[in-house]
């Protein structure tokens, strides 16, 4: 003991510390000896920040030292990962804290209205012309995917990108996203020929919930085709959980030598690409622009080159991507706020804060429909395209910070405790909220059967959302894509029969025929329409699956499944009347645990009974006609 003492006063002086800043935690000054010289300015911040409670458990020196180690590590990790460190965590959670306790309202002075953006009609015109601004601009552009979100409200045991998209060809999230952006690149280099080939950047933000599992998605399947080196991972860490309005730091209830942890939200992507360095690499390189986008949404690219096209054209610093919103469904609002002191801003107020935004401020009803049938308010879709300039500038201010909540859980009206620990999250679309009046704010409205498909809810929550709401399962994720894509043939002039409804997994959905593409088939609608010729016809209980660049339909009467393969060089036109038993859709409840939970949680799957299968491997003219 004598020699442990001994050695603590001799590092402390060789330190030129002396322990008195520790004398009242006892505990803590004892242990001074066993720290590093970081691990003791940490302590320090601890200790002036109110938290000498972490220490009060701790024994002698040589008992249980590593994990006495371990906890500084873990301290160091969340200083370092939260801008400007741990003790600015505590500061801005006490604020938030007595904010939320005396019942603030984070919108106090501002008044809602409802904002107007660029809306747009699939197919005509104008959409056409927004597209193919985006892909030529899309070589200029690095795609963000959030995936640092375990999906708790999906309850899947997996991660949410490795899900099917569809089950028809099976495609994962992660595949079609990965597919659709190479597309997009080769395609806009196409468009803009003579200038340096581009390789569009993908980053993927992670959590340690999501981290090894999407690494090890995208290493067995060869990156899905992209290049190892397009591809970069950037983790986001948890940030400590919270005991009381004073914010001390809550011990992990399976480890007192851990702080307890939680994921701080989607807003951290922001501050994560700012200290990567990316941003600067890439506004070197001649990048313009930067694409969040979220990990389940089936339909995501069919809306992105008009998105993008219209962010260029309107020069929009900031565009984000709505579709119309039913009242109460579960994502934000994108809202006109005017402060009494003239401010305005357009944002996305989220779906719980928006009812009593709205209440508070003489709209009796709070959030319901309008005479359309929907909100009045866009939707947010968490689709963002911000130009990279301004977005550098605006980070070298805030070093990414984006403004946080907090969402305590009282365990009674006093609000002097909490029934869990509670944290500071953040939202990565409320970036615009600290842009200056100046700043190019807008938003992009394309329908949502084109533009927003997302999997978030599991079967039986989905089956009690009210028809006629979005159910945002697994199930009309999936129906959702043969639906877009049955209206999109139908839009350039395939004659497709109505689909039928069907109750799947509690939930009533239309089943169209399952048509399916690959994103090499076609990204646009100029695309789609340059494929399709003469007089087709689909039934509804088809099949379709076209996984070829080079695939012509014409003069097809389909009744059954056809599936198209071909390689690139290869031109192949299918036509004529293809009749056979096809692909049937079988019914499978969610509980039935003997079938694969992919499949389970979509309520049917696909039996494969009779197909015309055509694969064309070498290069050549090729026609089909039975
Ligand atoms: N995500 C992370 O990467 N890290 C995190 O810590 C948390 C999430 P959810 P949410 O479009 O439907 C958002 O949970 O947050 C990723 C918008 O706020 O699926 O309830 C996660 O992996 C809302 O305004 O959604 O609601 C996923 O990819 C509305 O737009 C993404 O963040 C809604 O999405 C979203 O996380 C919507």
């Known amino acids: 003991m004598a020699t442990e003492l001994g050695s603590t006063t001799e590092k402390l002086s060789q330190l030129g510390i002396n322990g008195d800043w520790a004398a009242s935690i006892p505990n803590l000054q004892k242990n001074l000896g066993i720290l590093s010289p970081d691990q003791i300015e940490l302590a320090k911040i601890l200790l002036e920040m109110g938290q000498s409670h972490l220490f009060e458990h701790w024994p002698e020196p040589g008992v249980d030292d590593e994990d006495k180690k371990g906890f500084f590590d873990q301290v160091a990790r969340l200083n370092a990962s939260y801008p400007r460190g741990l003790a600015a965590y505590i500061q801005n959670a006490r604020r938030l804290l007595a904010d939320s306790k005396a019942g603030k309202n984070p919108f106090d002075g501002f008044t809602p209205s409802v904002p107007s953006g660029e809306v747009l009609t699939f197919g005509d015109d104008n959409f056409v012309k927004f597209e193919e601004t985006g892909v030529r601009e899309a070589r200029r552009a690095a795609f963000i995917l959030v995936a640092g979100g375990l999906g708790e409200r999906l309850g899947y045991n997996g991660i949410k990108v490795a899900l099917p998209s569809e089950s028809t060809t099976g495609t994962c999230f992660l595949h079609y996203y990965i597919e659709s952006i190479l597309v997009l690149q080769e395609a806009s280099c196409q468009l803009t020929e003579g200038q340096s080939q581009a390789e569009i950047p993908l980053v993927i933000m992670t959590s340690d919930d999501t981290h090894s599992r999407t690494l090890e998605l995208l290493e067995s399947n060869a990156y899905f085709g992209m290049k190892p080196t397009q591809v970069k991972l950037l983790k986001q860490e948890k940030v400590a959980c919270l005991d009381d309005n004073n914010a001390r730091l809550a011990a992990d209830p399976k480890n007192k030598y851990r702080i307890q942890t939680k994921p701080h939200g989607h807003g951290d992507v922001h501050s994560l690409l700012f200290s990567s360095g990316l941003l600067n690499e890439w506004h070197d390189a001649g990048l313009k622009w930067v694409l969040f986008f979220q990990d389940t949404n089936g339909l995501l690219f069919k809306a992105i080159p008009a998105a993008l096209g219209v962010s260029s054209i309107k020069q929009y610093h900031v565009n984000s991507l709505a579709v119309p919103r039913k009242a109460k469904e579960a994502i934000g609002g994108i809202t006109k706020l005017t402060h009494t002191d003239g401010r305005t801003m357009v944002i996305n107020v989220e779906y719980n804060q928006l009812d009593p935004l709205l209440r508070a401020t003489g709209y009796a009803d709070g959030d319901v429909n309008c005479e359309t049938g929907y909100s009045p308010f866009p939707g947010n879709i968490n689709q963002l395209i911000l130009e990279l300039d301004p977005y550098i500038k605006e980070l070298t201010k805030t070093g990414g910070a984006i403004e946080e909540f907090v969402n305590p859980k009282y365990k009674d009206s006093s609000k002097t405790s909490f029934k869990s620990s509670t944290r500071l999250e953040c939202m990565m679309q409320d970036y615009p909220k600290t842009l200056p009046p100046s700043a190019r704010v807008g938003f992009t409205v394309m329908d949502t059967w084109l533009a927003y498909a997302p999997v978030k809810n599991n079967p039986e929550d989905a089956a009690k959302i009210p028809k006629g709401n979005p159910y945002h399962s697994a199930t009309s994720g999936e129906t959702a894509i043969y639906r877009a894509n049955s209206l999109i043939l139908r839009k350039a002039g395939v004659q497709i029969n109505d689909p039928v409804l069907q109750v799947l997994n509690g939930q009533e959905v239309e089943v169209w025929p399952r048509i399916a593409w690959k994103p090499k088939w076609a990204l646009t609608f100029s695309d789609v329409k340059s494929k399709v010729g003469g007089s087709c016809t689909i039934s509804q209980r088809s099949t379709l699956v076209l996984n070829g660049r080079n695939v012509f339909i014409e003069d097809l009467s389909l009744d059954g499944a056809l ?64």
């Open 563 to 626: 599936i198209v393969n071909s390689v690139g060089d290869a031109e192949v036109k299918v036509g004529g009347s293809i009749h056979n038993k096809g692909w049937v859709l079988e019914q499978v409840d969610y509980k039935d645990a003997s079938v694969p939970e992919e499949i389970r949680t979509r309520g049917f799957r696909i039996n494969k009974v009779e197909q015309e299968e055509l694969n064309y491997i070498e290069p050549g003219k090729f026609s089909f006609k039975p």
